[in-house]
């Protein structure tokens, strides 16, 4: 067959452990096949971001801005154990949150849903897509325990000269004391990628807040979304038929449970943090959920949402046999070739996208899964439970009959 060529790199972001091995293998086997592969490479494997003091995580960052278009590999955020076992002169900050902070973008988290493996909440029947906030609230906080009776006061001192200063509360015993903060750029940034997101992917958008309880903070979240929808987006969404739905988070989380799935749920930082790992575990795994990093203007990277599989990686290095599910890698692989293909004009890599993820998904459908998968599947369902290399083998074999 003649490969099917691209003429803008996508920037690659090679990774670290059992998951840097499944990068190699899906190339080798899935891509450099049938695509006239073209990347800029970034190896942002730990051994790299030491060599080079963390400088390729913002070159990579920075191609993305220049491009447009990342796909990203797990990888290891770097802790105290790390820091020994890499043998590392600092504990490197975690690339994604570095490639966040450049590309100023809100991540996006769907479930790749299969026939056979029915999510625990049974009217959901397509994905519910969740947007977290992932900037300031509670996550950037000044806390501290208050140690006896006395007052405490919430102050502001502008640099134009405003002051305010407010009584928290006036305490009889000890007690604790929070304060945290958003920037309205920071919640216009999220608003702009959700909007953008949901034209994207034409599906709806929820947003929720406790705007009744918090009448500055959270209602200052609904505000924007409100004005920057009414501005910039509802014609568009009128056209394309969607809906923007503001609701109260307690509201939101009836309504969620009650629908069947194919939205877009916004949510504030922590409200995100606790609903996302609530919809992935009932959709079913780890495994099967991809993300997508969406900047303000427009920029994607893709990803898978779990880490590097550090106890598979091990027991691979002791020679014993894995059977790591690939799925959302090569999810974060087809999304990133599809979008370079919108963005081009190249129908052709769209429809090897397409068909790339429809192999996929045959292939589960005819029972050929990793084991992570074999014990969630339906009772009744034949199972051929494979390693990462016989899953991927009967992805290929799935698109030769496609493309030979
Ligand atoms: P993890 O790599 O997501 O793995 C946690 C467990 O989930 C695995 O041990 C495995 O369970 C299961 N699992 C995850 N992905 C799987 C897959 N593709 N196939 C089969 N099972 C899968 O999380 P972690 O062990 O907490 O973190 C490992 C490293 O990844 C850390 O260094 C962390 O910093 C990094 N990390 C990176 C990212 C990222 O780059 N986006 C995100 C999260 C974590 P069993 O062992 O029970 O089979
Ligand atoms: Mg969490």
């Known amino acids: ?33 049938f695509v006239d592969l073209k990347t800029e490479y970034y190896d942002l494997g730990l051994p790299e971001r030491e060599k080079t003091k963390d400088k390729v995580t913002f070159d990579s960052a920075n191609a ?28 490197w900050k975690s690339p994604n949150g570095t490639i966040r902070a450049i590309l100023d973008g809100t991540v996006f988290r769907a479930p790749i849903i299969i026939d056979s493996i ?10 519910i897509t969740i947007a977290r906030h992932a900037y300031g609230d509670v996550y950037k906080c000044t806390e501290y325990r208050v140690p006896t009776s006395g007052v405490a006061t919430l102050s502001f001192k502008g640099n134009d ?11 009889e015993c000890a007690g604790v004391l929070q304060g945290m903060y958003n920037k309205d750029s920071s919640i216009e940034s999220f608003a702009h990628s959700c909007f953008k997101f949901a034209i994207d992917t034409k599906q709806d958008l929820w947003f929720a807040t406790k705007d009744t309880i918090s009448k500055q903070y959270d209602q200052t979240f609904k505000l924007i979304f409100e004005a920057i929808y009414n501005e910039h987006y509802k014609a568009e969404f009128d056209r394309l038929g969607i809906t923007y739905f503001y609701t109260l988070i307690d509201d939101a989380v009836a309504r969620v449970i009650r629908s069947e799935g194919g939205y877009i749920w916004a949510c504030k930082n922590y409200d995100g943090d606790v609903m996302s790992d609530m919809v992935s575990t009932a959709f079913g795994s780890l495994a099967m959920m991809t993300s997508v990093l969406v900047s303000p203007d427009g920029k994607y990277e893709y990803e898978a949402a779990h880490g590097t599989v550090t106890r598979h990686y091990y027991r691979h290095l002791k020679g014993e046999e894995t059977s790591t599910n690939p799925m959302a890698t090569i999810f974060a692989w087809s999304g990133a070739l599809r979008k370079r293909g919108e963005l081009d004009g190249i129908e052709e890599l769209c429809e090897f996208a397409n068909n790339l993820e429809g192999a996929c998904i045959g292939a589960l ?15 009744g369902v034949k199972v051929t439970a494979v390693n990462t ?16």
């Open 118 to 127: 029915k999510p625990v909440v049974r009217n959901w029947k397509k994905p």
């Open 1 to 33: 067959m003649q490969k099917i060529r691209m003429t803008t790199p996508l920037v690659e972001m090679d990774g670290d452990e059992m998951t840097r091995i499944i990068w190699r293998m899906i190339k080798d086997e899935l891509l450099y096949p």
């Open 161 to 171: 000269g405003t002051e305010f200063s407010k009584t928290i509360y006036d305490f």
């Open 389 to 404: 290399a016989g899953f991927i083998a009967a992805v290929k074999e799935r698109l030769e009959k496609i493309y030979n």
């Open 365 to 379: 459908n005819d029972g050929i899964m990793t084991k992570d998968l074999a014990g969630l599947v339906d009772e």
């Open 64 to 91: 993305t801005l220049k491009y447009g278009v990342a796909v990203k590999c797990a990888t290891i955020t770097p802790n105290k154990q790390r820091v020994e076992e890499y043998n590392l002169s600092e504990m």
